[in-house]
């Protein structure tokens, strides 16, 4: 009987299973998405406009233009901070100590790390709200090369990096070799955002290099994100399958804005977009 009853069973279950699979066969398969929208590029360009051109204090013509119909209310308000706020403000500073002279007497100061390290910062905030002043980054230029410390180096290539001093270049280049992750992940943020096709090399060696930092390896991959070059390119197709899911990922995003296409994680279409002679362009 139970015989009979599996027997009877046997053609049900063919019929089940048949069904399945013409089912799954007739699912229609999502492809990977490959080229990105108009408007993924916009956001794209706009994005990487901001990000080199960094930040910068508003002129007042800036903020006026900025301010739209409230450009009255804006003028009275540079007009109060003119004559009320900002003399209350500087004798509060010059009471404490905080002056920019002071602190560039602190970033001078090779002796103390902590201090020098501490004018520098404020010396930005300095520069944030006054411009740039070339004295003042040509020294920091010369500090990035040369401290024995390794977090008064990292200190000058921040500061670098956030007003865009293209002199920071080649130390950034030569501080990726520097034997302290910090220095090597500052050198490499200042080359993201100041572009140069002569970091390239290092950028490419130091992401491939599975034994480096993780933090430092991202940094490179989103540096590379400015270039097309062939090497940069297969550096990051090359790392899409990377062990560390976080440097795969950026590799991504940094191959979505160089092409402006998105193969996901698929290295072999990724391989045979970025192989071709003439790549398509929006």
């Not at 009979?4 to 299973?17: A, D, E």
């Not at 229609?28 to 990487?48: F, G, R, S, Y």
């Not at 490179?220 to 400015?226: E, K, M, S, V």
């Given at each position: 009987m139970n015989l009979?009853?599996?027997?009877?069973?046997?053609?049900?279950?063919?019929?089940?299973?048949a069904a399945l699979l013409g089912g799954c066969a007739a699912t229609?398969?999502?492809?990977?998405?490959?080229?990105?929208?108009?408007?993924?590029?916009?956001?794209?360009?706009?994005?990487?406009a901001q990000r080199l051109a960094g930040q910068h204090k508003l002129t007042a013509g800036e903020q006026l233009v900025q301010s739209g119909a409230w450009a009255p209310v804006v003028l009275v308000g540079m007009g109060l901070d003119f004559v009320i706020v900002e003399p209350i403000a500087l004798g509060f500073d010059n009471l404490t100590?905080?002056?920019?002279?002071?602190?560039?007497?602190?970033?001078?100061?090779?002796?103390?790390?902590?201090?020098?390290?501490?004018?520098?910062?404020?010396?930005?905030?300095?520069?944030?709200?006054?411009?740039?002043?070339?004295?003042?980054?040509?020294?920091?230029?010369?500090?990035?090369?040369?401290?024995?410390?390794?977090?008064?180096?990292?200190a000058a290539l921040r500061v670098l990096n956030e007003f865009r001093v293209r002199q920071v270049v080649p130390i950034a280049i030569e501080d990726m070799e520097y034997p302290q992750p910090l220095v090597q992940l500052e050198a490499a943020k200042a080359l993201a955002n100041i572009p140069d096709t002569t970091a390239i090399p290092v950028?490419?060696?130091?992401?491939?290099?599975?034994?480096?930092?993780?933090?430092?390896?991202?940094?490179?991959?989103?540096?590379?994100?400015?270039?097309?070059?062939?090497?940069?390119?297969?550096?990051?197709?090359a790392t899409l399958g990377d062990m560390d899911f976080s440097v795969a990922y950026q590799s991504r995003q940094s191959l979505r804005i160089a092409t402006f296409h998105d193969f996901q994680y698929d290295r072999l279409q990724w391989q045979a977009f970025v192989d071709q002679p003439i790549r398509p362009t929006p």
């Open positions: 009979m009853r599996l027997t009877g069973i046997q053609p049900i279950l063919f019929l089940s299973v229609p398969v999502n492809t990977p998405h490959t080229t990105l929208t108009a408007a993924e590029i916009t956001d794209i360009k706009h994005e990487q100590g905080n002056t920019e002279k002071h602190a560039a007497l602190m970033m001078v100061n090779a002796d103390q790390p902590d201090q020098s390290r501490e004018g520098i910062f404020r010396i930005a905030e300095f520069m944030q709200d006054e411009g740039v002043r070339p004295a003042y980054t040509n020294y920091l230029v010369i500090i990035a090369r040369t401290s024995k410390d390794y977090t008064v180096r990292a950028l490419v060696r130091h992401l491939k290099d599975t034994t480096s930092n993780a933090d430092v390896r991202i940094a490179c991959a989103d540096a590379l994100r400015n270039f097309t070059q062939p090497d940069s390119l297969d550096a990051l197709t």
